[in-house]
């Protein structure tokens, strides 16, 4: 096992300041959105890495500066041992880039109306001038849909086989890391199981690695490896499935898990979480979970905590034991 | 039990297009009782939607109800048309919808909005509506109500516009509120800040809820009992820890192993082939029966199985022997 994907320090800060003229009016000074802010992470080859968290927490951004849609503020971006912010080697920054793919949410947004479904399919070798005989039939079996589809529009395919044709989009040039940006939040629950096995059947049998992002706790659990927990830009536990659902340690994970519809929770009285995610452009001091933390002290409020190893997790919580 | 606020009998919906006419919602029948949460769940297109709003008059043209009764508080409402119906509304059922930014009007303080409704249903001054007004707000939980009230819906976080929703369907106090998908777009958190709302608020006034969600976990956690949808007719309908626990039609059965939640464990999860059919290609007898993998010839020739009495519209429900 080596790690294929190695995030060092990765901060991620859009300015959302108002045009110049209304701040001079109006008197404002600029405004900063750090969405994401210092995360380490690791992800081993042939695993699916899962980053979890609520709207807000930086879980995409992540996932856009790693295929290189956004560049990182500060931090680094290590893939195939190739740091893709400093190296200067055009030739192997195009290696490893061809190397990673994406899927995004919605099939119905992500997909050129306008092209036949073997145009969409091969763009990513045909881009680079490579042959794609065939390539669309062959990849549309993989993925389950019938070879004679390629000559068709994306209207004619229902949501599921929609997120399918993005999948062997995503396969055509032999990627060795897909991100996918929840691939089944836009889809019904009988199909998103047939794309989750799909996605598993690929993984074992291409040996993919998969940074899989989504909000959905139960889809975690089924497909990851590893999951990080991320609370307003900063990754607040880090655990494998098994400890993650059965003892978790951050006290803002142990809420999501608690507020996390059950299907055996009938009639189940909970007592919601309190407050919500405070404004990303003002957060709190310290650790960003403290106002709404229930067992937070005085350090909380002043000393952002740093990342520390309790059991089997890494947690970024002063009291988490 | 006493006479239920809603009922619903043999409900039928019908767009004329082109290919012919289309059935979205087939013959449904369901009640609701005082102070009950009915869950009515279905995948995109199992028409769960188009069912409610045939319940407070919202259809669309072309779309029309082509059959059968809606009874509520002992009165039947599906003849109503323009004015009588926009009395209904919002008196006698409330509704919530999905997205709580485009159900309130941007440019009117939620203040006004809320006196809006009130003073249309209730014969009270502005002043005492103003006041219903902060009440209503401080009931669904918004801290600080009274300073709140001038307040645009941009000036509020999505957990809590879905709060201010919720006060506008509650305030004139009808007796059922319609709630249609009221937590697909929050987050998990708000999600449950939100379930435990509409539970509070459905046991303390005893008002009838019925909420359409696709999300089997909310359905648990917030129903009484559940009918489960599919192309348009009922497949199954019972309490939920029934249905959910032991369900007897082939499908509910199939969309529940299909939740990576209940196939905890296991490398694959269940997987129910095919998709859902067109409803302008509806297959003869069962709905299900291509997907279904215990059909019989019975179930591929027409009449469609009903509910009729049972728990689940098939002519061979699961578990049979279990229940007896």
């Given at each position: 096992m080596n790690a294929y994907v190695k995030i060092k320090g990765l901060t991620r800060i859009f300015d959302v300041s108002k045009p110049w003229l209304n701040r001079l009016v109006e008197r404002r000074s600029k405004a900063f959105l750090t969405a994401v802010s210092e995360v380490d992470l690791q992800i081993e080859e042939r695993t699916t890495y899962a980053l979890v968290g609520e709207s807000g927490s930086g879980k995409s951004t992540i996932g856009r500066m790693l295929v290189g849609l956004l560049s990182p503020t500060k931090g680094e971006v290590e893939i195939e041992g190739v740091n893709l912010a400093t190296e200067t080697d055009v030739a192997k920054i195009a290696s490893v880039r061809?190397?990673?793919?994406?899927?995004?949410?919605?099939?119905?947004?992500?997909?050129?109306?306008?092209?036949?479904?073997?145009?969409i399919i091969v763009e990513p070798v045909a881009s680079k001038?490579?042959?794609?005989?065939?390539?669309a039939e062959r990849l549309l079996e993989q993925v389950g849909l019938h070879p004679g589809d390629a000559g068709k529009f994306p209207h004619e395919f229902s949501g599921g086989q929609r997120q399918r044709i993005c999948i062997a989009r995503a396969l055509a040039s032999n990627p060795r890391l897909i991100v996918c940006d929840e691939p089944t939040s836009a889809l019904d629950v009988s199909v998103q199981a047939q794309v989750l096995n799909l996605m598993s059947d690929l993984k074992d049998d291409l040996g993919l690695t998969y940074l899989l992002i989504t909000h959905?706790?139960?889809?975690?659990?089924?497909?990851?490896?590893?999951?990080?927990?991320?609370?307003?830009?900063?990754?607040?536990?880090?655990?494998?499935?098994?400890?993650?659902f059965e003892t978790p340690k951050h006290?803002?994970?142990?809420?999501?898990?608690?507020?996390?519809?059950?299907?055996?929770?009938?009639?189940?009285?909970?007592?919601?979480?309190?407050?919500e995610i405070p404004d990303p452009?003002?957060?709190?001091?310290?650790?960003?979970?403290?106002?709404?933390?229930p067992i937070a002290t005085d350090i909380c409020r002043q000393e952002r905590p740093q990342s520390r190893r309790v059991g089997d997790a890494l947690v970024a919580c002063h009291l988490a034991e | 039990m006493s006479e239920p606020v809603l009922s619903v009998r043999d409900l039928s919906v019908e767009i004329p297009t082109r290919a012919g006419i289309v059935k979205p919602v087939d013959g449904v029948s369901y009640d609701i009782s005082k102070g009950e949460i009915l869950g009515v769940v279905g995948e995109s297109g199992a028409g769960k939607s188009m069912a409610g709003n045939a319940v407070i008059g919202l259809l669309s043209p072309p779309a029309h109800i082509s059959g059968g009764e809606i009874w509520l508080n002992g009165k039947r409402i599906d003849h109503l048309q323009g004015e009588a119906m926009r009395r209904l509304r919002g008196k006698d059922i409330g509704m919530v919808f999905q997205d709580p930014l485009t159900s309130l009007n941007p440019l009117?303080?939620?203040?006004?909005?809320?006196?809006?409704?009130?003073?249309?249903?209730l014969p009270i001054g502005r002043r005492e509506a103003e006041k219903r007004a902060i009440a209503a707000l401080d009931e669904v939980g918004i801290p600080g109500a009274a300073d709140r009230i001038d307040s645009y819906p941009h000036e509020f976080s999505g957990g809590m516009r879905q709060r201010v929703v919720i006060a506008l369907a509650l305030c004139a106090e009808p007796s059922l509120v319609i709630a249609d998908e009221p937590t697909t777009a929050l987050d998990v958190s708000v999600q449950a800040q939100i379930i435990a709302l509409l539970r509070s608020l459905c046991r303390d006034r005893g008002t009838a809820v019925m909420l359409i969600t696709h999300d089997m976990g909310v359905i648990a956690e917030a129903a009484d009992r559940v009918a489960v949808m599919y192309a348009g007719r009922l497949a199954e309908l019972d309490t939920v820890r029934d249905v959910l626990t032991r369900p007897q039609h082939p499908y509910t059965d199939g969309l529940m192993a299909s939740t990576p939640l209940a196939s905890q464990g296991q490398t694959r999860l269940h997987q129910i082939p095919g998709s859902m059919p067109r409803l302008t290609q509806m297959p003869d007898g069962c709905a299900f029966h291509p997907r279904c993998p215990y059909a019989q010839d019975k179930c591929r020739s027409a009449p469609h199985p009903t509910i009729d009495g049972g728990r689940a519209a098939c002519w061979y429900p699961l578990l049979q022997e279990a229940a007896e």
């Open positions: 061809s190397n990673i793919q994406m899927i995004f949410q919605d099939p119905f947004a992500s997909l050129n109306p306008r092209w036949r479904v073997r145009d001038g490579e042959d794609t005989n065939g390539l959905d706790l139960t889809v975690v659990r089924h497909m990851a490896d590893r999951i990080g927990v991320l609370y307003l830009g900063r990754l607040v536990e880090e655990a494998d499935p098994k400890s993650l006290p803002y994970t142990q809420m999501l898990l608690e507020a996390a519809p059950r299907m055996d929770g009938f009639g189940r009285e909970v007592d919601p979480p309190q407050g452009i003002d957060p709190p001091k310290g650790c960003a979970f403290h106002p709404r933390c | 009117l303080t939620i203040g006004d909005q809320l006196s809006e409704t009130i003073q249309t249903h």
